[in-house]
């Protein structure tokens, strides 16, 4: 499993010009700046319940926000995003191989998973839709951007 997590003042997904999912950040908050984090979640053929335990746990615990807080300490949204493409191996030739890449019946099920874990954790997450064609914004803070492999 493959995370590559952008921390971010803003961020949505789109589906035909509709929003699926949104970093819930209110901007008027009083206070310190606002901090979330934007998830692009791939799934690796053979991946299971250790690299979905493994992934959230990286997720909510990275202290990868202000003052070296995790989004656990800071209570900061998540919006997580599958993107099969994070597997795509370009060493030969001219066009990506997506042969490492778990299947949509295989993957599925494990992006829900991360987000039931990151949820049980306490956390406001939103998502994308799984196997559509998404249009992602975000406003990258930083810029900051972390892989977490598992």
Same mark, same amino acid.
Request: aromatic letters at 4%; glycine letters at 12%.
């Given at each position: 499993?493959?995370?590559?997590?952008?921390?971010?003042?803003?961020?949505?997904?789109?589906?035909?010009?509709?929003?699926?999912?949104?970093?819930?950040?209110?901007?008027?908050?009083?206070?310190?700046?606002?901090?979330?984090?934007?998830?692009?979640?791939?799934?690796?053929?053979?991946? =299971?319940? @250790?690299?979905?335990?493994? %992934?959230?746990?990286?997720? $909510?615990? !990275? #202290?990868?926000?202000?003052?070296?807080?995790?989004?656990?300490?800071?209570?900061?949204?998540?919006?997580?995003?599958?993107?099969?493409?994070?597997?795509?191996?370009?060493?030969?030739?001219?066009?990506?191989?997506?042969?490492?890449?778990?299947? =949509?019946? @295989?993957?599925?099920?494990? %992006?829900?998973?991360?987000? $039931?874990? !990151? #949820?049980?954790?306490?956390?406001?997450?939103?998502?994308?839709?799984?196997?559509?064609?998404?249009?992602?914004?975000?406003?990258?803070?930083?810029?900051?951007?972390?892989?977490?492999?598992?």
């Amino acid at each position: 499993m493959r995370a590559v997590i952008q921390r971010a003042t803003s961020g949505e997904v789109r589906v035909d010009g509709t929003v699926v999912g949104r970093l819930a950040i209110d901007p008027h908050e009083a206070g310190e700046k606002r901090q979330g984090l934007v998830v692009l979640l791939g799934v690796q053929r053979g991946d =299971g319940p @250790e690299q979905v335990a493994t %992934v959230a746990r990286k997720i $909510a615990e !990275l #202290r990868i926000l202000d003052d070296e807080r995790s989004a656990l300490d800071a209570g900061a949204p998540i919006l997580v995003i599958s993107q099969f493409t994070l597997y795509g191996d370009t060493r030969k030739g001219r066009r990506p191989s997506w042969a490492h890449a778990a299947p =949509g019946e @295989e993957a599925e099920p494990l %992006v829900d998973a991360v987000v $039931a874990d !990151l #949820r049980g954790r306490g956390l406001h997450v939103e998502t994308g839709q799984f196997g559509a064609m998404m249009e992602v914004s975000l406003v990258n803070d930083g810029p900051f951007t972390v892989l977490v492999e598992a």
